[in-house]
């Protein structure tokens, strides 16, 4: 990847970050606002919610800064993990988030249930807040899957997630309060029972995150049908009898590839070298042009 594109994607990423980085903050505006006027907890905890995704996408810029420097001596394998670090800590903010609306929906459901604490009915502005959230925050995730495909951007996809999640939220905040809103103070525990119910997706897209994240962080293998693929393009080269010893990791959204060869020890290094270089060529073409390879030659046994 030349360095203009790779200053373009790095452009690309920033913008859709700060469209969603504008909604979100609209959005917190509205349900806190909503949530005191309309008396919603479930509106107040999706507020939060929102808080978490406006400040991660400042986690996600500054690491994509920092990623997109290429190679130095302290980095000879570049800076990518650096966005699978951003990626990691968006999964740990959405599993504190999802704590934090768990907590406080199961508080008050306890204090109504046992304590006897009365609940105020949400209002109907809180209603048609959360029913606008669940609107903007799908169309912004659609908006930037696509742009995380045609950028290969763990970290946008890792953000579109968050935004996913932010509108499942939503969804049952308005599940929650529209319910409460008809059936009036005798079912106002729907509101904190849809917080609570929220909680649990967000903590399953929080753990998706981190499951993926990690792996590339303890330099996981990539996956059996990639392996497969490579050693198809090496072995379909004349003169290579085997390939073995093959390793890869991720690097970033880059892979890196390490392995060995066997070729006739009666050729010449030249003409070594023009075969491992077409290998080379021949694998960046198929996984990138940043894709790290290394390839020792060894000679028939």
């Known amino acids: 990847m030349a360095e203009n594109q790779i200053e373009y994607r790095q452009r690309e990423i920033v913008r859709v970050t700060l469209i969603g980085t504008v909604i979100n903050a609209i959005l917190i505006v509205l349900k806190f606002t909503a949530g005191v006027l309309g008396n919603s907890a479930a509106m107040v905890a999706d507020g939060v919610h929102s808080l978490s995704d406006f400040l991660t996408d400042f986690v996600v810029i500054v690491m994509l800064k920092v990623s997109s420097k290429p190679s130095d001596k302290d980095h000879a394998f570049g800076h990518g993990k650096y966005e699978t670090l951003a990626t990691t800590i968006i999964g740990l903010l959405l599993i504190l988030v999802g704590g934090g609306i768990l907590l406080s929906g199961t508080t008050k459901i306890y204090g109504f249930l046992v304590d006897g604490d009365e609940l105020v009915s949400p209002g109907w502005f809180a209603l048609g807040t959360a029913i606008a959230s669940i609107l903007m925050k799908e169309g912004i995730y659609q908006y930037t899957m696509a742009k995380s495909k045609t950028l290969n951007s763990e970290a946008l996809v890792a953000n579109a997630w968050h935004h996913r999640s932010d509108a499942l939220s939503s969804i049952g905040t308005a599940i929650g ?15 904190p029972l849809a917080a609570v119910i929220v909680s649990f997706f967000i903590f399953r897209v929080a753990i998706q995150l981190i499951r993926s994240s990690v792996n590339q962080l303890l330099e996981s293998s990539l996956p059996i049908e990639v392996e497969k693929e490579i050693e198809k393009i090496v072995n379909s080269y004349p003169g290579v009898t085997e390939m073995h010893n093959l390793r890869t990791r991720q690097v970033g959204v880059n892979y890196a590839i390490t392995m060995h060869v066997r070729m006739d020890g009666n050729i010449s290094l030249y003409e070594c070298h023009e075969k491992v270089d077409q290998i080379e060529k021949d694998l960046k073409e198929k996984f990138g042009h940043q894709t790290i390879i290394s390839i020792h030659v060894e000679p028939w046994k």
């Open 177 to 191: 309060i529209g319910a409460a809103c008809l059936l009036g103070p005798r079912f106002a525990i729907l509101d």
